[in-house]
């Protein structure tokens, strides 16, 4: 089955602490991986995807094809991190691309 | 206009009534997908549309819930015989067919009371 699995619902940790959102992702192919993030009162954005091997606000994720994880990592959090995070997958179904994410991650960055 | 456009922003009704929710995706965008967000939970799938293809309804939470997308474009979700448990935000979301970023609504809030 595709799917893509964030086994925390909520996530909290000081201010200047790393952190560490999980994901993980079941498809048959290789499929593109991104995280999303919504702050309060903003519409869901793109926060970095894997083919850019980017880092985004300091956040970084690499994409484990032997674990089929892509967890999103920042070696020191900051109080504007809090947020809703959601990662997504990609995958080509019939010549097209299908979008899925999972049901999210709520970081709370405590002063 | 530049990115999705949903309508009602917010939209209150009472119980038993019927709504419409309105979604306007990037222009040239083949995909589109309606999810729902219950108060401080995640994302639900709904629905997804690509181009010309049957949509993918296995999100529908029950048959009170439809959607339809005109000439590849506006799609409308229609919630029947509305219950207080479909009180939430309806997004709307939109990406081309090669699926490289997924752009989103600023989305619907309906409270049905």
């Known amino acids: 089955a595709q799917r893509v699995t964030q086994p925390e619902k909520l996530l909290s940790v000081f201010k200047g602490a790393p952190v560490e959102l999980k994901c993980n992702y079941s498809y048959s192919g290789s499929p593109e991986l991104f995280w999303y993030v919504q702050y309060s009162r903003q519409r869901l954005q793109l926060l970095l995807r894997?083919?850019s091997r980017e880092s985004i606000k300091g956040f970084t994720a690499d994409l484990n094809k032997g674990e089929t994880s892509f967890h999103l990592k920042k070696p020191f959090a900051q109080e504007e991190d809090s947020a809703m995070y959601y990662c997504a997958l990609s995958g080509r179904t019939s010549g097209t691309y299908k979008y899925i994410f999972g049901t999210g991650t709520r970081l709370k960055v405590l002063a | 206009g530049a990115g999705v456009s949903q309508s009602p922003s917010n939209k209150v009704t009472e119980k038993g009534k019927d709504v419409e929710l309105r979604c306007d995706p990037i222009?040239?965008?083949?995909?589109l997908y309606w999810y729902r967000q219950s108060l401080g939970q995640g994302l639900e799938f709904l629905i997804y549309f690509q181009g010309n293809s049957a949509p993918d309804k296995s999100g529908l939470p029950s048959d009170r819930f439809s959607a339809e997308r005109t000439g590849g474009s506006v799609s409308t979700l229609t919630i029947q015989r509305t219950q207080q448990e479909d009180s939430a935000v309806y997004l709307c979301a939109s990406s081309t067919r090669q699926g490289t970023e997924a752009f989103f609504g600023q989305g619907t809030r309906l409270t049905v009371v």
């Open positions: 894997h083919i």
């Open positions: 222009s040239g965008h083949t995909a």
